[in-house]
Antibody
Framework: EVQLVQSGTEVKKPGESLKISCKGF????????IGWVRQMPGKGLEWMGI????????RYSPSFEGRVTISVDKSINTAYLQWSSLKASDTAMYYC?????????WGQGTLVTVSS | EIVMAQSPLSLPVTPGEPASISCRSS???????????LHWYLQKPGQPPQLLIY???NRASGVPDRFSGSGSGTDFTLKISRVEAEDVGVYYC??????????FGQGTKLEIK
């Protein structure tokens, strides 16, 4: 069974750094793109970017380029989303997702709260 | 960036009645391989989104056949033949033609009357 299991809830202060994770199970992790999607409180879905685990080819939505970093450790079937300096406006649920022609599997989400 | 526009944004439906959601894109989603890269998702309350329909009209595994998708180019439609209580949530269309920069529609909230 395909599963994407994300790291747990985070509460951080503005200016802090953060790295959240997404581990894939039940399929050949390195041969499927993994993407990240943001959902701000009470709002819709925003696609952030994707990475191909086998060669770390990474593509960002123009809206998120330079604001986050997507990476992968294929030896442990895990993708990451990280911030170097969080802002209150980064407060959101973040989903990882397996990308084929569309998105076929989603992680359970990681809630990130940034507050002083 | 391809902009996706859904309508309506709110959809109250009586159980057993049909429902329809429109999704329009600012550019054609037709790839030169002949496929339109348009997909539909349902996000039930408190859950991550789930795939309903991929490439316009293909139901994902386990999706009831009361859900169907159609369209081509810039105009797409999701139809539910007979709405059930478990269908409540927010429906999103998504385009994956233009990489990077995939985009979602604003979402359509389906509620039971």
């Amino acid at each position: 069974e395909v599963q994407l299991v994300q790291s747990g809830t985070e509460v951080k202060k503005p200016g802090e750094s953060l790295k959240i994770s997404c581990k894939g199970f039940g399929y050949n992790f390195i041969t499927y793109w993994i993407g990240w999607v943001r959902q701000m409180p009470g709002k819709g879905l925003e696609w952030m970017g994707i990475i191909y685990p086998d060669d770390s080819d990474t593509r960002y939505s123009p809206s998120f380029e330079g604001r986050v970093t997507i990476s992968v450790d294929k030896s442990i079937n895990t993708a990451y989303l990280q911030w170097s300096s969080l802002k209150a406006s980064d407060t959101a649920m973040y989903y990882c997702a397996r990308q084929t022609s569309g998105i076929d599997y989603w992680g359970q989400g990681t809630l990130v709260t940034v507050s002083s | 960036e391809i902009v996706m526009a859904q309508s309506p944004l709110s959809l109250p439906v009586t159980p057993g009645e049909p429902a329809s959601i429109s999704c329009r894109s600012s550019q054609s989603l037709l790839h030169n391989n002949g496929y339109n890269y348009l997909h539909w998702y349902l996000q039930k309350p408190g859950q991550p989104p789930q795939l309903l329909i991929y490439l316009v009209s293909n139901r994902a595994s386990g999706v009831p056949d009361r859900f169907s998708g159609s369209g081509s180019g810039t105009d797409f439609t999701l139809k539910i033949s007979r709405v059930e209580a478990e269908d409540v949530g927010v429906y999103y269309c998504m385009q994956t033609l233009q990489s990077p920069g995939y985009t979602f529609g604003q979402g359509t909230k389906l509620e039971i009357k």
